[in-house]
């Protein structure tokens, strides 16, 4: 096996202690294909973390899926399942990580809207848009490992 394409903040070993006694048993049909099996004294498991470093983790907090909102407020569930936004919405991104954030970034469809270095981690979208789009929030650590959450929306921004 080549590991060199393996990220060690992934790797966990096991280690299975057997016992010396061995026990015949047969596949099907009954009485062939014999095989031996040793019974388990022990088991560990080890998650090697090098560097201790994991990737962010980022949710969006605003807007709520499934919901109408007016002017960035939910104000119910809508009947068809969809996130629709109807005026100025401010887009709230939640980040989090084992070491530190540096940035957020939002985006509508592939188009970077905004940066933020620093909490809140927020951003007011209210240039004129109407139709589907995706937001996407991106997060960094210190480390350069990043992580995305997204969201579709029907967008009425008049």
């Known amino acids: 096996m080549n590991a060199s394409g393996l990220d060690p903040e992934d790797l966990m070993i096991f280690t299975v ?3 010396a006694e061995k026990h015949t048993g047969y596949s099907q049909p009954p009485d062939k294909n014999p095989f031996e099996a040793q019974y388990v004294d022990a088991v560990s498991a080890t998650q090697v973390i090098q560097g201790g470093n994991l990737p962010p983790e980022v949710g969006i907090q605003n807007p709520l899926v499934k919901y109408f909102h007016r002017f960035g407020k939910p104000v119910r569930k809508t009947m068809t399942g969809k996130t629709v936004l109807l005026g100025r919405t401010t887009i709230v991104a939640s980040p989090h990580d084992d070491s530190k954030i540096v940035k957020v ?3 509508v469809n592939t188009k970077l809207m905004a940066t933020v270095t620093q909490e809140p981690y927020e951003w007011s979208w209210h240039t004129f ?3 589907k789009r995706t937001i996407t929030v991106k997060a960094y650590d210190d480390t350069g490992k990043t992580t995305v959450a ?3 929306v029907t967008a009425f921004m008049l």
């Open 129 to 131: 848009t109407i139709g």
């Open 17 to 19: 202690i057997f016992n």
């Open 150 to 152: 997204s969201i579709d």
């Open 105 to 107: 970034e939002f985006y």
